[in-house]
């Protein structure tokens, strides 16, 4: 079974919080900064966790990086072809995950996250898929 985690954009600060508690019914609860500060999350748009992970190692992330709605992907084929995909949305209609028309499951090839929605939103002009 996956974890269930959730993640949120402060606005405010721009920055992604990944250390949420309290969490409510109804997207409230407090976060809690890296300096141990706490901020009412109010409504800062949160993102679950898909249970999916991407397949690029690096330095900074060692092991596969958790991929959550509101991220942008780079897909590799296995003949090497690179294509950016659109944002990792839920679609309730077929309860699962999607990337424009795919869906996040049936992505074949090298997958890494590039970025996400509010960070690199310059990502998304570029002609997703």
């Known amino acids: 079974m996956r974890a269930i985690r959730f993640r949120a954009w402060d606005g405010h600060k721009i920055q992604m919080v990944t250390d949420l508690t309290d969490m409510e019914q109804g997207d409230t609860g407090y976060v809690t900064y890296a300096d141990g500060t706490h901020n009412r999350l109010g409504y800062y748009p949160l993102m679950q966790y898909t249970g999916l992970k991407d397949s ?19 897909q590799t084929s296995w003949d090497k072809v690179e294509r950016v995909l659109k944002p990792v949305e839920w679609e309730f209609k077929y309860l699962t995950y999607y990337c424009g028309i795919q869906s996040l499951s049936s992505l ?6 590039i970025g996400n929605i509010y960070e690199h939103e310059h990502l998304l002009k570029g002609g997703a898929v």
Not at 62 to 73: A, R, S, V
Not at 108 to 113: A, K, P, W, Y
């Open 108 to 113: 074949i090839g090298d997958i890494e996250i």
């Open 56 to 74: 690029k190692h690096t330095k900074e992330y060692p092991e596969d990086q958790e991929i959550y709605e509101g991220d942008i992907l780079k």
